[in-house]
């Protein structure tokens, strides 16, 4: 995850400052001790970045910017502005190929999969095609406002940490002019979404969006009775773009507001004791009473939740307990591999490498046997839950189409294949973890402890 923007904040149970990563689910305050959910998600929440300087001092940058470029100019007056920009944050996962040649037999395969390698080889060939499941974090930020002027869509990349402050109309509004978002979320999110991957086809997982409030500062002059606007950077201090002509602005509409987090105790709604402060956790599992709960607006929502049994002999002191998604498959009979009652289990828990987890997803896939479930123990050792429902159907269609290349088909042959994934339920499957490896029991499949988020 990118740490450029981070949230700075007081603690709501003692005032201290704080601070935590723009879009952490909870955070822990180092002073009192707290724990506390962030109340809003999964709505699109509004930050805002406090300028560096003045009007004064915008002005002089202006002028000394302006006397090689445009003399005989005019000053006319300096004005704050925030721009609304979209922050967008996501997973991309695609498939791409790779020719390899195999020296070692079966040792180097062994060896892919105790490195988590997606791709499974085809057997019977010295040079062998092997497909990968290969997934990118991506961040972009861009304009929420129609502005088209050259130098302002982006917020680019910054050498130094941005930091937020939680959205105040009123605070900005004595400021400087605050924009109105013009463009809309489901518009934004397809901005966001949208990849460059040279020809191929790939998914993005889950993807959130926030909106950050960024102080320009708008120098406008004349020369010979022709305006001029430069945009001054309220952070660097830098010229970032000049539009001959004048820019007309006009701030938020009264009544207008915008989602704004809120702060919660981190406690479970049952039974009233402390849920796991872990800020990637989208579903978080209360470790004394078993329920599960994710944030909805400012309240918290039940998710309903399965456990499986642990193996019989195993250690407790071992077993770790980790979600997983089941995600039922409505396959066509002809389809290699896929039957009548086929669901993949598509790991829920944040991970830092997707070949490993599209290679146990297909492990279990092919070694399933029937599901069995029990009741809770209070001390179980529950893992997070990153991924939600969507997220896992768009991993699973990806793991799907993965599973058809290396049953004989082509990449168009595969990519055509009409695949219906039901609603997934949520499990937590109990894993031994022995040295750096958590072992799956009943396939025997090793997953590297540090891929595992």
């Not at 390899?100 to 060896?111: H, I, K, S, V």
């Not at 013009?182 to 909106?211: C, F, M, N, T």
């Not at 595969?414 to 072992?439: F, N």
Request: one cysteine or more.
């Amino acid at each position: 995850m990118n740490k450029a923007f981070y949230v700075e904040t007081r603690c709501p149970a003692c005032s201290a400052a704080v601070n935590f990563e723009e879009g952490s689910q909870t955070f822990h305050c180092a002073y009192c001790g707290s724990a506390l959910w962030i109340a809003g998600y999964p709505r699109t929440l509004a930050y805002f970045i406090t300028p560096v300087g003045n009007t004064q001092e915008a002005a002089a940058i202006a002028v000394r910017d302006l006397r090689s470029r445009l003399p005989g100019f005019r000053l006319v007056e300096t004005t704050l502005c925030f721009l609304p920009y979209y922050r967008y944050s996501g997973n991309t996962v695609w498939l791409e190929k790779e020719e390899t040649r195999e020296t070692c037999g079966e040792q180097r395969e062994d060896a892919h999969e105790a490195l988590g390698w997606a791709g499974i080889p085809a057997s019977g060939a010295a040079d062998r095609e092997r497909w990968l499941l290969r997934n990118r974090l991506v961040e972009k930020t861009f304009l929420a406002f129609d502005l088209k002027i050259s130098g302002l869509y982006s917020l680019g990349i910054r050498a130094s940490v941005l930091p937020l402050s939680i959205f105040e109309r009123d605070h900005l509004s004595n400021q400087g002019i605050v924009l109105p978002v013009e463009i809309k979320e489901r518009e934004a999110l397809e901005l966001g979404r949208r990849q460059d991957l040279q020809g191929r086809e790939p998914q993005s997982v889950g993807g959130r969006l926030s909106l950050v409030y960024f102080p320009f500062f708008l120098a406008r002059c004349e020369k010979g009775g022709e305006p001029y606007t430069l945009f001054v950077d309220g952070l660097s201090g830098e010229v970032t773009a000049t539009h001959q002509g004048k820019v007309s602005l006009a701030g938020l509409r009264p009544g207008e507001s915008l989602q704004v987090i809120r702060f919660r105790p981190l406690k479970c709604p049952n039974c009233g004791w402390d849920l796991p402060c872990r800020p990637q956790d989208v579903i978080l599992a209360c470790g004394i009473c078993g329920r599960a709960w994710r944030s909805r607006g400012d309240d918290f929502e039940e998710v309903s939740v399965q456990f499986e049994p642990a193996p019989n002999g195993a250690v407790p002191q071992e077993l770790r307990y980790l979600p997983f998604w089941l995600v039922p498959v409505d396959a066509d009979s002809h389809l290699p591999g896929l039957s009548k009652g086929t669901a993949l289990r598509v790991p829920a828990f944040g991970t830092r490498n997707m070949q490993a987890l599209g290679q146990m997803t297909l492990v279990l896939m092919r070694k399933q046997g029937p599901l069995s479930c029990v009741s809770f123990q209070p001390g179980w050792r529950l893992e997070g839950c990153s991924y939600g429902e969507e997220e896992a159907r768009q991993i699973g269609r990806q793991i799907l189409l993965l599973h058809l290349l290396q049953n004989g088909f082509s990449i168009e042959k595969a990519q055509k294949t009409e695949l219906h994934l039901g609603d997934p339920s949520l499990i937590w499957s109990p894993l031994v973890l022995r040295g750096i490896q958590y072992i799956e029991p009943h396939t025997g499949f090793g997953l590297l402890k540090n891929v595992v988020i």
